[in-house]
């Protein structure tokens, strides 16, 4: 979720934009703009740095992981395709 400190400063910076005679409805102003900010990040669903970075470092361990199965499987895939001395006993 975006920081609500950074949708006021955006908001209160929009306010004081406005022209003279509009300043006079700043309050008012800077809460529509603050709730329109708010309505249009949270349609976008964008997700704060610490949850990005979080899931990044989750994603480079199961990353991590399957290539070391990866690996794992390939080791046991070529010891079941190698003949053992015991299948080669004569009958």
Not at 50 to 55: G, K, L, V
Request: hydrophobic fraction near 40%; aromatic fraction near 4%; charged fraction near 30%.
């Amino acid at each position: 979720m975006i920081n609500p400190k950074i949708l006021d400063d955006l908001a209160r910076k929009v306010a004081e934009a406005m022209p003279g005679p509009i300043s006079d409805f700043r309050d008012d102003m800077e809460k529509n703009v603050r709730a329109a900010l708010q309505g249009t990040f949270s349609r976008l669903n964008l997700v704060t740095r610490e949850e990005f970075d979080a899931q990044s470092k989750v994603l480079a361990r199961a990353r991590e992981q399957l290539t070391a199965m990866e690996a794992q499987v390939r080791a046991l895939e070529n010891q079941l395709s190698k003949p053992s001395a015991t299948d080669e006993r004569p009958q």
